[in-house]
């Protein structure tokens, strides 16, 4: 059997190129990973993306965008997850105001998982997704038993349907 010139070209050109050579390694930290592909990760991981976000964006504005996962049964919890995210930013780190977050709710992509999707200068950075009727875990990532008075209250300002201040 022969081979032609041309696939052993187009053989070598594939072999060599610069997608398939980048295709291997990870992407950088900077570029979004698609919302229907994202999994819940942890409380640590969540305040780091939100972190990062706040650096990136500078002084322009940070978008989240909340959508529900297909098992998210819970009536309000997307408007929950958002107003976590959005807290966690503005009360809990105190790092920007509220006029520097546009806060919105958008139909389901078919994603598993409820997100809240984190755009800076006008494109996606990240998303941070949730258990099906679960919260997104922000701030403290210390058990509730460990909490003092003052880490109880710095917890209600993220969750207060659940911490009710006395």
Same mark, same amino acid.
């Given at each position: 059997?022969?081979?032609?010139?041309?696939?052993?070209?187009?053989?070598?050109?594939?072999?060599?190129?610069?997608?398939?050579?980048?295709?291997?390694?990870?992407?950088?930290?900077?570029?979004?990973?698609?919302? &229907?592909?994202?999994?819940?990760?942890?409380?640590?991981?969540?305040?780091?993306?939100?972190?990062?976000?706040?650096?990136?964006?500078?002084?322009?504005?940070?978008?989240?965008?909340?959508?529900?996962?297909?098992?998210?049964?819970?009536?309000?919890?997307?408007?929950?997850?958002?107003?976590?995210?959005?807290?966690?930013?503005?009360?809990?780190? &105190?790092? &920007?105001?509220?006029?520097?977050?546009?806060?919105?709710?958008?139909?389901?992509?078919?994603?598993?998982?409820?997100?809240?999707?984190?755009?800076?200068?006008?494109?996606?950075?990240?998303?941070?997704?949730?258990?099906?009727?679960?919260?997104?875990?922000?701030?403290?990532?210390?058990?509730?038993?460990?909490?003092?008075?003052?880490?109880?209250?710095?917890?209600?300002?993220?969750?207060?349907?659940?911490?009710?201040? &006395?």
């Amino acid at each position: 059997m022969r081979i032609k010139p041309t696939f052993l070209v187009l053989s070598a050109l594939v072999a060599l190129s610069p997608v398939n050579a980048t295709a291997q390694r990870e992407p950088p930290s900077n570029i979004a990973r698609p919302a &229907r592909g994202i999994k819940p990760a942890g409380c640590e991981w969540n305040n780091i993306i939100l972190e990062r976000a706040h650096e990136a964006a500078g002084d322009s504005i940070i978008i989240l965008i909340g959508r529900r996962g297909v098992r998210d049964k819970r009536r309000n919890i997307t408007g929950n997850r958002l107003y976590t995210a959005r807290a966690y930013l503005t009360d809990y780190l &105190r790092a &920007r105001s509220v006029d520097a977050l546009v806060v919105g709710k958008a139909s389901n992509k078919g994603a598993e998982y409820g997100v809240v999707e984190i755009y800076v200068k006008g494109q996606l950075f990240d998303a941070l997704a949730s258990y099906p009727d679960s919260e997104l875990g922000l701030g403290s990532c210390d058990s509730l038993e460990s909490d003092d008075r003052e880490s109880r209250a710095r917890r209600a300002l993220l969750y207060p349907w659940i911490f009710k201040r &006395r």
